[in-house]
């Protein structure tokens, strides 16, 4: 397996960029939903006719890769439905409305952390997850036995038009500081690394400055390169270690977490206050006044864009992150979910699907793959269902992330075909061990 690590430049459009973060007033209701985490979808423990208040829990973690839900305003449970979720999936949604009050539920305190035991079921008490798009429940990452040579905060924030990480950076670099402090405290972590792109130079100096004599604190500024993000890219750029194929960061002493995830487990080490809002990027050319917006989860996104002024045209794309791995909304009553770092919307003429060509074996995809992965490769043997010609692409590899078709001058959907490519040697796996 090779590991080239490139990847392509793109536009930034960070509009937002010195903006820091408004708070959002309480929205008429939110709908939230029980999954909004890798893993078992949270069990409701609330009934239609409920109230609940902020901080409230309502839906109980279900298995150990699972996360609790809590209400994120103080009102009343009307609906308790499915909902369908991006991945196709189906899993129960509680809308409240709301009381306008946003009073706290009265058995927020806290908690008492005394070992790394006290520290780990504080995180998964607090239904903090990624809050860089994956939402793997952050205290599982901690949850191990083996050691922790680096800390890896990825601060890299590529995507076009996202600046809620930087902005919460600078914002509250105090609740990271504390994060850190007693994670360091309770889990033995060799080294903490700040991974950040080098145009982010307000939070650069804001990290330097909090953690100027510490001999453990390592920032490296990187070069502003798509998916710097990435968690095995930025493993690399920031350890020069290679996760393999079938390994996770923990098996070569690594962990990566975002660092707005870390800031909400100094929140709630301070206040016991579980996750109920995030901090977002509002932004895209119809946007009338982009912002980075503090969003109680389950808000719907129109009433986030409202706060925003609305649009300036009629909205013909919205997305759910950053263009280049965001996913398409088909209504605006959507909520914002845990990992949702962004929202933006675009008109027809920025939204516009561009005219697929045959391709003509370029191998500008090849190129810009931060791992070598061969799409033309896969797509041959995909039709032909060749495992061996699948694995030899290295389809198995791909993280969606949209390079290849960026760069793809026939506009191919190269994006689709290897995530198909790649369910598909999952599935010729599965029935060649049956044999």
Known sequence: MSFYLKGVHIPHFKNTTNLSAVKMTAPKYVSIPTSMHIGAPATPIVKVGDSVKTGTLIAEQNGYISSPVYSSISGTVTEISDMLLSNGKTAPIITIESDGEMSVDESISVPVVNNKEDLIAAIKKSGIVGLGGAGFPTYVKFDTDKPINELI?????????????????????????YAIDILTKYIKIDKIIFGIEKNKQAAVNTIKTAFKDRSNVEIKTLPTLYPQGAEKVLIYHTTKKVVKIGELPIDIGCVVSNSSTIAEIGNYLKTGMPLIERCITVDGNIVKEPKNVIVPIGTPLEEVFEFCGGFTDEPK????????????????????????????AFNRTEAKVAKTTACIKCGGCVNACPFGINPVTATKALKTEDLDGLERSGVELCMSCGCCSFVCPAKRPIVQNNKIAKETLFELRKKEAKV
Not at 153 to 177: L, M, W
Not at 323 to 337: E, F, H, K, Q, W
């Open 153 to 177: 905060i990825n601060c890299a924030e590529c995507e076009p038009y996202i600046t809620s990480d930087s902005v919460t950076i600078v914002d509250r670099i105090d609740d990271i500081v």
């Open 317 to 344: 794309k919205v997305l759910y992150g950053g263009p280049m791995m965001g996913i398409a909304v088909p209504y605006l009553t959507v909520p914002v979910l845990k990992n949702t770092n962004a929202i933006l």
